[in-house]
């Protein structure tokens, strides 16, 4: 899955992730360098990395401690993905990318937010139950798109729809009692941290589908 090749004295290393997988530090996969060194991560064509801890950690993170003078840079491949894990019932989105360290892109695929949750619908005044807010599109299933909310029951409203990626989840519709609540917000497509982003390639509402920030 994760194939580190390291030459010139370990002042490079490449890293090659050539399967499907989540929560990725590049830190780690690099091996913890105690030098400054050069890496260049690769997302192989086709594949898809995903987050499964929802809203609290990325997809791919480059990971604290390296090394001042270190060079980092993500090479996105055509149609790899970076996908931030979709939100719950009302609930946030995750973040594709983000960063503890500046970092180089060279993007030939995706990277994109989490969808917000839909919000659920409002509770009955009278009698029935409120539905619940749909899923929002993301990882580590959910890639397809966003889910409907479900239909309330007697007087209390439905839930919203969950959101695409990079966007809000729908509020759910009101209920004979109260308001619908709020759909979650979307994840980050790139949260930089006050950290720095030099692209390449790829930086368009396109390919980068969310907040890059």
Do not use: H
């Not at 659920?120 to 139950?129: C, E, I, Q, T, W």
């Not at 899923?135 to 397809?144: M, V, W």
């Not at 209390?156 to 979650?184: C, E, I, N, R």
């Amino acid at each position: 899955m994760f194939r580190p090749f390291m030459a010139g004295q370990g002042s490079v290393i490449n890293v090659v992730i050539s399967a499907d997988t989540n929560d990725v530090n590049l830190r780690t996969l690099a091996g913890s360098p105690s030098t400054a060194v050069q890496v260049v991560c690769t997302i192989a064509a086709g594949i898809k990395v995903g987050a499964t801890l929802g809203y609290t950690q990325a997809a791919f993170r480059t990971g604290a401690g390296w090394v001042v003078g270190t060079t980092l840079r993500l090479v996105l491949g055509t149609v790899a993905e970076l996908n931030g894990a979709s939100g719950a019932s009302g609930g946030l989105g995750g973040d594709a990318l983000s960063l503890s360290y500046d970092l180089t892109i060279d993007n030939g695929g995706y990277i994109r937010g989490g969808g917000g949750g839909g919000g659920n619908g409002g509770p009955a005044a009278y009698f029935g139950s409120p539905g619940s807010g749909g899923e929002g599109q993301g990882s580590p299933s959910n890639l397809a798109g966003p889910t409907a909310g479900t239909s309330g029951t007697g007087d209390a409203g439905s839930g919203g729809s969950g959101g695409p990626y990079g966007s809000f989840g729908d509020p759910g519709s009101d209920g004979g009692l109260t308001a619908g609540g709020a759909g979650g917000a979307a994840g980050y497509a790139i949260r930089k941290n006050s950290k720095v982003v030099t692209w390449i390639s790829g930086n368009n509402y396109t390919q980068v589908v969310g907040t890059a920030a």
